[in-house]
């Protein structure tokens, strides 16, 4: 008979029950970064007299970050000395100009959620800073505590991740951040997702007892609307976050209230705001790669239309962003090739090119694309170019990738893609049969157009 698992003291709840961490040994981190983490968190609250927090502008990078500020508070941590960083539009918390920004906050401990990883020199300067994050990476940055789960299968989300980081550390996370981590999770896994162990199953059984699915879901399209702005909008978003004590308080808040509802007021005019540049956006005619492995869609808007879903039927709730853009093209192109959609964006900053992939619905096998690797594959064609791009080029995740690229760098990009043939070596069609393939394909997409 196997000995029995002693638990530490880390490993219990207040009442003496098991925590998530001890029945999930190693996930959604290895055990030992979640207790280091959790030592990082309790040190912040009794030593700390400035606090940076800096989330990513999402609904799983948002509350993620609220579960770590709420965790604070209830920790002892003066709410007043906790600070937040909205990061630029277009930019990241690696950059050398973003640094000095954060730096200027002259804060005593730093906490960087969701906002991806790589190697250089540290994020907050001067601050003890713990990196909270899920992206796919091998490099982190100098004089930083990680605790990630992008090695720990199934990979957690920002927000399951300060959940079960947090869920221990106080009797009151559950019942004030249950449905934050719903939230977060749903936002980055769609709202089909279930919660199967080792995700926290029977919290979140008990959060959509106690608030609707819609409720939540409606919460997350909400929450995403103001960063996908032309203003880039995050604090709004935050904003109505940080005052809601569930989902019903962003979707439907009382009359009684009209902070709440001047905040629900925002995110809808945000909503619509997204949802009229995504329509002018939608009808945009995809461009196919030699090898019929991507569906490229070019759009030109200051606002963030370009990160796409492909892999899943939007909900009315997700119909915002150009998860509509790709989404209804990924349902009409037909093709047996065809892996990937990526949405490339040259009017969000200027002389600078976002793209965002996703996998197509009509992939053979999803579940084995790998976007990342895929990119990288085209880059190595044009000698230097890989180089060229840096470590804005193919970040994300196997499945959810893209970067943020000179414009002249992504036009180099794409025609080594165009160029490219098909994997069984038969080469490019003769014209006469792409042109007729073309034509049968336009007369479909246009009647759908219309249709829609």
């Known amino acids: 008979m196997a000995p029995k698992r002693s638990l530490s ?57 609220l579960i770590i500020y709420r965790t604070l508070v209830a920790l002892g941590h003066p709410e007043h000395a906790l600070k937040l960083h909205f990061i630029n539009k277009g930019s990241n918390p690696h950059e050398n100009s973003e640094r000095q920004k954060l730096a200027a906050h002259r804060a005593e401990y730093a906490i960087v959620v969701d906002q991806g990883s790589r190697s250089g020199p540290a994020l907050v300067l001067g601050a003890k800073t713990l990196l909270v994050d899920h992206h796919l990476s091998d490099d982190f940055p100098a004089d930083t505590l990680v605790l990630s789960a ?18 221990p550390l106080h009797s009151s996370i559950v019942t004030s951040c249950d449905y934050l981590c719903a939230m977060g999770t749903l936002g980055d896994l769609g709202t089909s997702f279930q919660f199967a162990p080792p995700f926290p199953q029977d919290d979140m059984n008990a959060c959509f007892k106690k608030y609707t699915k819609k409720a939540v879901t409606d919460a997350v399209s909400l929450v995403n609307a103001p960063r996908r702005t032309a203003t880039y909008d995050v604090e709004s978003a935050w904003k109505a976050l940080h005052a809601s004590s569930g989902p019903s308080d962003i979707v439907n ?43 490229l869609l070019r759009i030109a808007s200051e606002a963030q239309v370009h990160p796409v879903s492909s892999c899943s ?21 037909r093709s047996a090739r065809l892996q990937v959609v990526m949405v490339a964006n040259t009017g969000y900053t200027p002389g600078r090119t976002h793209f965002s992939c996703r996998v ?90 219309k249709r829609s």
């Not at 961490?21 to 983490?37: F, G, H, M, N, Y």
């Not at 995504?278 to 492995?293: N, W």
């Open 150 to 167: 992008c090695k720990h299968e199934p990979v957690a989300t920002s927000a399951t991740l300060a959940y079960v980081l947090c869920r």
């Open 313 to 333: 039927k939007p909900t009315q709730q997700e119909a915002d962003s150009a998860q509509v853009i790709a989404t209804r093209w990924a349902g009409h192109l």
């Open 360 to 449: 197509a619905r009509t992939a053979r096998a999803p579940s084995a694309v790998d976007i990342i690797a895929l990119l990288k594959d085209y880059a190595a064609r044009v000698p230097g170019l890989a180089d060229e791009m840096g470590d804005d080029f193919a970040r994300g995740h196997r499945q959810a990738s893209g970067g943020i690229v000179a414009t002249a760098q992504f036009e180099r990009l794409w025609e080594a893609m165009v160029v490219s043939v098909p994997d069984d070596g038969q080469g490019a069609e003769s014209p006469r049969k792409k042109r007729k393939t073309e034509e049968v394909q336009k007369n479909t997409l246009e009647g759908w157009v």
């Open 253 to 295: 808040p009382p009359r009684t209230s009209p902070a709440l509802l001047a905040n629900t007021t925002r995110l809808r005019e945000a909503r619509a705001e997204v949802n009229a540049e995504v329509e002018r956006c939608t009808h945009t005619p995809p461009a196919f790669s030699g090898d019929g492995k991507v569906a």
């Open 9 to 65: 003291s880390d490993s219990l709840e207040s009442g003496g029950s098991p925590s998530l961490a001890a029945v999930a040994k190693d996930w959604p981190a290895s055990s030992a970064a979640l207790q280091s983490a959790r030592s990082f968190l309790r040190e912040c609250a009794l030593k700390s007299s400035c606090t940076l927090l800096v989330p990513d502008k999402d609904a799983d990078g948002l509350t993620g970050t």
